[in-house]
């Protein structure tokens, strides 16, 4: 078999294998954001898949969601999770976070966490970490940092099995 044979083989069962593997794959993203009173920080993650196929990821098209204040003086430490995700739009082309929001009520009161970059850098409303109970609120004007996460163990496996297919085809090549 010619090389360009070769090659257009793996191509064509690499093409086959990504359309086995569900076209809508959920995408996870990690994120944190600094600049909080007293060294606080917000960390957490979200996943989801653009079932819309707009390129833009919404809070209804998540799968997972976690959100972490650590605290300072102004607003105590507290997690949201899925359940208190209340929206999120994130572009998946730039990776630019526009809007993020989550809140819970239980018997502590209400917290809140909201974020919103619209039309940055003309218009910009700050990570804004709220505990209505106390009518506190702690404010930070660093943007949100969002990063995409590892790839899944399935894809690494994929491209490390491709690898080696074309690695025992070249050797063979060599020898003959």
Known sequence: MSTSRFFALTALVALAAAA??????????????????????LSGSFAGTDLDGDGWLYGYELTSFELNWSGNRAVSAFSLGFEERAGLEYELATGQLAHMAAFSQDGEGVRYFSYDSMGWPSYSVPGVVTDERLGLSSVTWEALQVSAAVPE?????????GLGVIGVRSARQRRH
């Open 20 to 41: 086995v593997v569900e076209p809508a794959e959920a995408q996870s993203f990690s994120f944190t954001q600094g600049g909080y009173a007293d060294g606080a920080m």
């Open 153 to 161: 163990p399935q894809s690494v496996a994929l491209l490390l099995a």
